[in-house]
Every structure is written in structure tokens, then in C-alpha cells.
């Protein structure tokens, strides 16, 4: 963190991605903030497996030596919750889970240090992320040490407060003609030739890095509109069925696990 540290006043683009355990629960009722809900039903009940972060200047430019830093969290696969599906994906991606078990960060330990490293709550820091909500779920869980607000304000809230300006490039696609799909995709539109194996953290955050540069030079003349383009998340902050309201019990919305039991989330 000393690095980031000395970083960070020089390079303040921080293009940020994680790796989870994939998406275990859902909400059974629609309600207007049930895209959030997902969110933060899952993210309050797994944890964070990798955090990948790579800096640069308002150019694109990263530091010599060491740019792109990836983080492996201690994860538990005989104890802690996961789709099998995510895990296998992680693994064929390389993903070392026994390792990561034996040698991984303790996220509480890790929190305090990232709080200290002067890239969050700082405004003049510039995250660049990929369709995030996930990943800055995973991130505020991480530095606040509790679960994610109940409400989708609270959360964007406390968004605005650890974040001040965040870039989603799945945002920015939606005023680019012609341009869709994920990550992967996209930089392979853009020419874009990615280093480092995919879906691990430390890869996907450079190559994040990248497109959002290359795409913010072809089509957006080098200016992206701060008012228009920051602080939103893809997928977050819309409204789907409003006249659904979510089903409460003593301060808890249910949800319905991938094989239909029902859980109460506290």
C-alpha cells in the first residue's frame, strides 16, 4: 500500500474489478430497486475473492514498473457459500483456491490498510470500472465492514462518499454506436490485446484500463461529460415493476436461493 501511496497524486485513474463467488440468491418479488436487491443480498452473504487495481494519468499513462496490482482474499471452499459454476470458471482460470486458503488476505485486515492508501475518499480519484454495481458492492462491504445499506440510496450514498467519481464503461457504451457485449468484447473491438489471463482480477482491471482510454479517444473526442457520465452504474438505479413493493419481515426482504428454498436474510 506504501506503492499505491506514493501513486496515487500522480496517477489518480484507478480502474478497479473483483472476482466473486458468482450469484447464489435472488429476491422473489419484483419491487423498484430489485436490481439493487440482488446485489445486495449476494454480496452480503459471499465474499470478495480477488480485487484487481491499475493506475494511470488523466492520459492513459501508467507508472514504469509496477502498474497493475492484483489482491487474493482467503476463501474457504469446504465453509464459505459459491456457485459451482463461478468457482469452476475462476479455477480453468487459473485461480489457485487452495492457495488463496493457505495464503490468502484477511478482508478486515485489508480494509484498514486500503482506507489509509489515498484512493478512496478522495476526489480526485477517477475509478474506471465494467458494469460494477458487484464490484463496488464488494468494495464497500470490504472498507465499512458491514453488510450493504437495506435501501438503494443509502448505498449510492455511501457510493458517492468512498467514490466521488466513478466511470462505468458499460454506462458510457450506451451513447457509442455499434458497440455491445462484455469486457472482452468490446476491447476486441476496440484492438485492444489483453495481457494476462481473463477473468482474474489484476488482467481485467488493465484491461479496463485500457478500453476506457481507447474508447474515450474514438468516441468521445477525448472529453467525457462528468455530469452526464459519473457516478452512474450500469444496471443500478432504474425502476422495474413499481407498483411491486418488497416482502418484509421484521425489517427483512426474502429471498429464494438457485434450488427454490426459501432463506430470511438478517
Not at 478482508?107 to 492508501?117: I, K, T
Request: proline share 3%; charged share 25%.
Amino acid at each position: 500500500m506504501e506503492r499505491i501511496r506514493d501513486l496515487v497524486e500522480d496517477y489518480p485513474y484507478v480502474a478497479m474489478d473483483t472476482e466473486f463467488p458468482g450469484v447464489v440468491i435472488r429476491p422473489t418479488v419484483f419491487c423498484s430497486d430489485y436490481q439493487y436487491q440482488f446485489v445486495r443480498c449476494n454480496v452480503n452473504v459471499l465474499k470478495i475473492i480477488q480485487l484487481g487495481l491499475t493506475f494511470s494519468d488523466e492520459n492513459g499513462n501508467r507508472p514504469e514498473g509496477t502498474c497493475t496490482w492484483q489482491f487474493n482474499f482467503r476463501f474457504n471452499l469446504q465453509k464459505d457459500s459459491y456457485a459451482h459454476e463461478s468457482i469452476d470458471l475462476l479455477t480453468r482460470s487459473g485461480i489457485d483456491f487452495d492457495k488463496n486458503f493457505e495464503l490468502g488476505i484477511e478482508v478486515n485486515d485489508f480494509g484498514e490498510l486500503l482506507m489509509s492508501s489515498g484512493i478512496v475518499l478522495n476526489e480526485n480519484i477517477r475509478w474506471i470500472s465494467f458494469h460494477s454495481g458487484y464490484d463496488f458492492g464488494y468494495l464497500l462491504k470490504l472498507l465499512t465492514c458491514s453488510d450493504l445499506p437495506e435501501t438503494q440510496e443509502d448505498f449510492f450514498e455511501l457510493v458517492q462518499t468512498y467514490f466521488p467519481k466513478i466511470y462505468d464503461i458499460k454506462y458510457l457504451m450506451k451513447s457509442c454506436k455499434n458497440l455491445k457485449g462484455g469486457l472482452q468484447e468490446l476491447a476486441g473491438d476496440l484492438d485492444i490485446v489483453r495481457i494476462g489471463p481473463q477473468h482474474q482480477a489484476g488482467s481485467d482491471s488493465l484491461l479496463t484500463l485500457q478500453t476506457f482510454f481507447r474508447l474515450k479517444s474514438l468516441y468521445f473526442e477525448d472529453t467525457i461529460d462528468d455530469d452526464k457520465f459519473v457516478g452512474v452504474l450500469y444496471g443500478l438505479g432504474g425502476s422495474i415493476a413499481p407498483d411491486y413493493h418488497p416482502i418484509r419481515s421484521r425489517g427483512s426482504i426474502f429471498v429464494e436461493d438457485v434450488k427454490n428454498r426459501f432463506l430470511n436474510i438478517e
